[in-house]
T-cell receptor, first 109, second 114 residues
Framework: DAKTTQPPSMDCAEGRAANLPCNHS???????VYWYRQIHSQGPQYIIH???NNETNEMASLIITEDRKSSTLILPHATLRDTAVYYC??????????FGTGTKLQVIP | GAGVSQTPSNKVTEKGKYVELRCDPI?????LYWYRQSLGQGPEFLIY????????DSGLPNDRFFAVRPEGSVSTLKIQRTERGDSAVYLC????????????FGPGTRLLVL
């Protein structure tokens, strides 16, 4: 029972912003939206998370819609090293985390 | 500081054999998780430890799989009578507290059962 829906793949030109969408229409009030990414042959890496408000850190920005049913991860200036699978997860504190299949982002030179 | 480490990085075994996979979490992290990842899929939850106890083992696929964390630090995932379908990358993650949702992952152990 997937909690999130993401496009299977996206391309982005190097240096441009990468906008990765995620739908989580059944999110409940105490669940956060998390983003992880997994570069080939490595373990997943935490990127960012948020509850209601938009968040920004050194890696990315997270935009959450007012109804919280969807969100967008923004990599402002994509580089080749950002090529990875990006996972959007909803989680309300500790729960069995379900990763889904994510979005495979290919950054093109 | 040191991240999560896992050993071995690769393990090849024969069907029916017993294997142990080790995870060294980040020092001081009380929560530890095991996941399994098959090719082209996202990580699949197996078990979660809070301290020494398994707080949630509902993801273990069957009784051939077992995990321990006797001193609340290092954890070992044990697989008995391995089957070819057990071939996957086994990932370990840790987090500072029970309610810390950010998990820090190790590089994984690639298990191949012939």
């Amino acid at each position: 029972d997937a909690k999130t829906t993401q496009p299977p793949s996206m391309d982005c030109a190097e240096g441009r912003a990468a906008n990765l969408p995620c739908n989580h229409s059944t999110i409940s009030g105490n669940e956060y939206v998390y983003w992880y990414r997994q570069i080939h042959s490595q373990g997943p890496q935490y990127i960012i998370h948020g509850l209601k408000n938009n968040e920004t850190n050194e890696m990315a920005s997270l935009i959450i819609t007012e109804d919280r049913k969807s969100s967008t991860l923004i990599l402002p200036h994509a580089t080749l090293r950002d090529t990875a699978v990006y996972y959007c997860i909803v989680n309300g504190g500790y729960q069995k985390v379900t990763f889904g299949t994510g979005t495979k982002l290919q950054v093109i030179p | 500081g040191a991240g999560v480490s896992q050993t071995p990085s690769n393990k090849v075994t024969e069907k029916g054999k017993y294997v142990e996979l080790r995870c060294d979490p980040i020092s001081g992290h009380t929560a530890l998780y095991w996941y399994r990842q098959s090719l082209g899929q996202g990580p699949e939850f197996l078990i979660y430890f809070q301290g020494t106890g398994a707080a949630d083992d509902s993801g273990l696929p069957n009784d051939r799989f077992f995990a321990v964390r006797p001193e609340g630090s290092v954890s070992t995932l044990k697989i008995q009578r391995t089957e070819r379908g057990d071939s996957a990358v086994y990932l370990c993650a840790s987090s500072p507290t029970r309610n810390s949702e950010t998990q820090y992952f190790g590089p994984g152990t690639r298990l191949l059962v012939l």
